[in-house]
């Protein structure tokens, strides 16, 4: 287990875990749940964690996150209309429930 990417932003974490499990490099968020209190600002070390699941997978991770999708794709942000969540632009499905954001309309 390797921690690869740390945001405040859970949405950007859980991008990067949608993303690089698309490219077969298996890895979970860590302090998923920290600092989601309403009004607190969360320290540094709370921030959601993207970690991988397999130390081989490394350099790969840090290539693909190194790519930086994020910058090259400005969708617009969308709600999911099963659960509410609002998913940036660059998201297919929805981060919260895995709704696709194809059948929504
Ligand atoms: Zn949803």
Do not use: H
Request: proline content about 4%; hydrophobic content about 35%; some cysteine.
């Amino acid at each position: 287990m390797i921690k690869v990417f740390s945001a405040q932003d859970f949405i950007e974490v859980a991008f990067w875990r949608n993303y690089l499990e698309q490219q077969d490099i298996s890895c979970q968020i860590r302090n998923e749940f920290l600092g989601s209190a309403v009004g607190e600002v969360p320290a540094i070390e709370c921030w959601p964690e993207l970690w991988i699941i397999n130390d081989n997978d490394e350099a790969e991770a840090y290539k693909y996150l190194a790519s930086e999708p994020l910058a090259e794709q400005s969708l617009p942000a969308w709600q999911c209309v099963c659960c509410g969540e609002q998913s940036e632009g660059q998201f297919t499905d929805c981060w919260n429930c895995g709704e696709s954001k194809n059948e929504q309309d």
